[in-house]
């Protein structure tokens, strides 16, 4: 059995507007990757993050990762000692699920090391006890696509059922991510704790028309149901340009875009990459035109999530 190994996972988009909590799909890039050594010392150490600015904490019991390991640990009786080596290759507090992927990363390499004791789907609670450390509430809709790869429904929490959704063979994401940070536990705390009844009506029909759309690869479907009217129109004020930026991509014929995650990216879907790619540089003008710095990326919906690369 190996005494190391490396892995990387994928940055995901949560909520895909209409299903807050409920939906999320895997990109091919960024991502995060993690290297765990065996010790002999049988402790979990944190040896080094890299790509941080030393904002995440070095407590294994603090840290997304170690949390995420010692809890694997323990519960499958396992006295190993393991060394973490963390490298964050994408922002915190980005909205592309930068916590998840370092979540996933860690869950999917421990399994891998201790010889694969779980399946995927069993790996998936402890990937979110990562989430609850990080923002306070174990969401799902950023670790399950990152686990699982491509775009994946959270039917129910209790009990965890997420269901793996067909994707149209010509659908790609747009994202931008503008250098500035939400925290996803502010976006979170920023949401009403109630909401009307005629807008879970309309909220519930939108979740369903994107679920059969992307079923039946119906883009016109599709579109018409990339719509949030429950989430969105209070986290807005989080972004700026947040409403040139989706009129930029309306304009270059997006199905829908929205917020990714809890922001401050947004992501939009299209047919097609050279639609994509379009959509990507008028995103990209809006906040060179207000001189924040951004990134760009376009990929194809993710159906491999985490891979061993050494
Ligand atoms: N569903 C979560 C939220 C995703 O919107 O708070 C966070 O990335």
Redesign the pocket.
């Known amino acids: 059995m190996t005494d190391s190994v490396k892995v990387f996972a994928p940055a995901t988009v949560?909520?895909v507007t209409c299903g807050?909590?409920i939906l999320g799909f895997a990109v091919d890039a960024p991502g995060d990757e993690i290297t765990l050594k065996k010790n002999n010392q049988g402790k979990v150490i944190i040896r080094e993050i890299k790509g941080d600015e030393g904002r995440l904490p070095l407590d294994p019991g603090k840290n997304t990762c170690g949390v995420v390991i010692q809890h694997f640990l323990r519960d499958l009786a396992l006295d190993q000692g393991i060394d973490i080596f963390l490298h964050k290759k994408m922002p915190l507090g980005s909205?592309l699920?930068s916590s998840a992927a370092s979540a996933v990363a860690a869950i999917y390499a421990i399994n891998e090391l201790m010889g694969k004791p779980c399946t995927r789907k069993e790996l998936l609670p402890y990937a979110m006890e990562g989430e609850r450390v990080a923002c306070g509430a174990a969401?799902a809709?950023?670790v399950a696509p990152s686990l699982l790869g491509g775009f994946v429904l959270v039917r129910s929490y209790d009990p965890l059922d997420t269901i793996a959704l067909p994707v149209p063979d010509e659908l790609f994401a747009t994202l931008v991510h503008p250098q500035i940070e939400v925290r996803?536990k502010d976006?979170?705390e920023i949401l009403k704790r109630e909401i009307r009844f005629s807008d879970s009506v309309r909220q519930s029909g939108n979740v369903g028309g994107l679920v059969a759309g992307l079923l039946m690869s119906d883009y016109q479907l599709i579109s018409n149901s990339l719509v949030d009217h429950i989430?969105e129109p209070i986290r807005a004020i989080l972004i700026p340009g947040y409403d040139e930026v989706k009129a930029a991509a309306k304009e270059q014929g997006t199905l829908g875009a929205g917020i990714s995650?809890?922001g401050p990216s947004l992501f939009a879907l299209s047919k097609g990459h050279q639609t994509a790619y379009n959509i990507g540089e008028a995103m990209r003008e809006i906040f060179n035109a207000m001189d924040i710095e951004n990134e760009v990326y376009i990929s194809k919906i993710n159906q491999i999530g985490p891979k061993v690369l050494d």
Do not use: L, Y
Request: no cysteine; net charge negative.
């Open positions: 949560a909520n807050f909590d909205g699920g969401h809709d950023n996803t976006a979170r989430v995650g809890s």
